[in-house]
């Protein structure tokens, strides 16, 4: 008796069979549970990189260049001359390193590490309104709602921490932007920051005080299976995908996040370096060396804050502490990071929103006011040139006019150190290409190394 099977196989030469079995194929595919890709592994950058990670300071405010790493003599002699209500430096400043980079005393222990920083003097911004200029920092519009720089950067390189998130930022600025600046907008929610603190553990409500773990484990795997027969329904689903990771990433966090903050495990000398132990450094010093800890585990972007740079009065007092602040626990950071020889592919970038005016904002305070027409930010390591200074501004400090930067230049420059380039990283959504540097940005390519 001759069966279906062998009639399919046999007649019209076997064509009837070969379409029964790709149907069968399709069938079983469709039966299977779909097979989740982890958005956060590692991704081959398009070119060779110079930088591994990120590790972006960001000082909340507008720091003054012209009283830290934007020497104008000129200045000085204008507000002696009682031209207008100019304002000289209210720090000296002198050259630094073998390179001689003009350096402010308001950062001696910044100022030993002279030749590893490439200053940017030229950096310019849009507006002079804090939220728009820190909005357009951190996700490259003043405008609009779109993925922050370290959401763009862990899309396309994904990260080499297993248990970390691939993003993270200590202590972020509730304001100005809020969770906008290390959100992951129209990105699938995998990419974005997640936020830590300095203090308390971390992250609050990390661990568990009603389950074991294997009681965790049995409740996520209930979880996760309820998840997956979700996304099989509506297979490639970014926020069913997003949610799948997520709970993985944050089950393993409970073990994770508390080792790698744990800095009692430092040595005397590593929190002397840092200035743990000092109430003037100890804020910003914990930030660092939670960022070293994380950039030796892989996390691909770190972002530290500090706030507080917002001088419109009491400028050299105000100043001066802020840079106290931060100055040591910096120094410690570059230290450390050139002993463990991790510095070469870690890129250190450090600047605010927007700079300072030249004028007296409040000449019975003495303070200074906002300014985006000219400011300057600094990079070390990971690529650029050491010792060296790109860009200026005119004598009085007011404007950009030589080797400028704009934001969508910034980002190009950070995302080609890290072998992207930003015309090809984009993401398609509402029927269009996006990417962090929009229809624009240009490489500062003699900056680097």
């Known amino acids: 008796m001759t069966s279906r099977r062998s009639i399919l196989q046999s007649t019209s030469t076997g064509f009837g069979w070969l379409a029964f079995n790709a149907l069968h194929q399709q069938w079983a595919g469709a039966a299977a549970p779909p097979k989740t890709i982890n958005p956060l592994a590692p991704k081959e950058p398009h070119f060779t990189a110079r930088a591994k990670r990120v590790i972006f300071m960001f000082m909340q405010g507008g720091p003054s260049h012209l009283d830290t790493f934007d020497y104008k003599p000129e200045l000085a002699k204008a507000e002696a001359n009682k031209v207008q209500k100019y304002m000289g430096s209210v720090f000296e400043f002198k050259p630094r390193g073998k390179s001689g980079i003009m350096i402010s005393e308001a950062f001696p222990e910044l100022a030993k590490h002279a030749d590893d920083l ?36 862990v899309y396309g390189l994904g990260t080499e921490a297993e248990d970390l998130p691939g993003f993270v930022t200590i202590n972020p600025a509730a304001d100005n932007g809020g969770a906008m600046n290390y959100g992951s907008a129209f990105l699938p929610a995998t990419f974005q920051g997640t936020r830590l603190s300095s203090a308390g553990g971390g992250v609050p409500d990390l661990s568990n005080g009603r389950l074991s773990d294997a009681q965790q484990r049995k409740q996520i795997e209930f979880i996760q299976k309820a998840n997956r027969k979700l996304l099989s329904g509506d297979p490639g689903n970014p926020e069913i995908e997003g949610i799948i990771q997520s709970y993985e990433l944050a089950y393993k966090m409970q073990t994770s996040v508390p080792e790698v903050l744990n800095l009692d495990k430092e040595p005397q000398n590593i929190r002397e370096l840092y200035g743990l132990d000092d109430g003037a450094t100890e804020r910003f010093g914990t930030q660092c060396l939670m960022a070293r800890r994380m950039a030796e585990k892989g996390v691909r972007f770190i972002q530290l804050t500090s706030p507080g740079w917002d001088h419109h009065n009491g400028l050299r007092e105000n100043l001066a502490r802020q840079c106290t602040s931060i100055d040591k626990p910096i120094a410690g950071l570059i230290a450390d990071l050139k002993q463990r020889d991790m510095l070469k592919d870690t890129l250190i970038m450090w600047g605010g929103e927007f700079g300072r005016g030249s004028g007296y904002d409040n000449e019975l305070y003495n303070g200074r006011g906002h300014n985006g027409g000219g400011y300057t930010m600094w990079m070390a390591g990971g690529g650029v040139k050491g010792g060296f200074t790109y860009g200026s501004t005119n004598e009085m400090g007011d404007k950009a006019e ?39 940005g240009e490489v500062a390519k003699v900056i680097l190394a």
């Open 402 to 440: 030589t080797g400028i930067i704009g934001t969508h230049d910034l980002h190009a420059t950070v995302l080609h150190l890290l072998g992207i380039n930003h015309e090809r990283l984009t993401y398609r959504y509402a029927g269009r290409n996006f990417r962090l540097t929009d229809v624009s």
């Open 118 to 153: 490439c200053l940017l003097n030229g950096m310019q911004t849009r507006t002079n309104a804090h939220q728009m200029a820190t909005v357009a920092l951190h996700i490259g519009s003043e405008t609009f709602v779109r993925p922050s720089m370290g959401a763009w950067i």
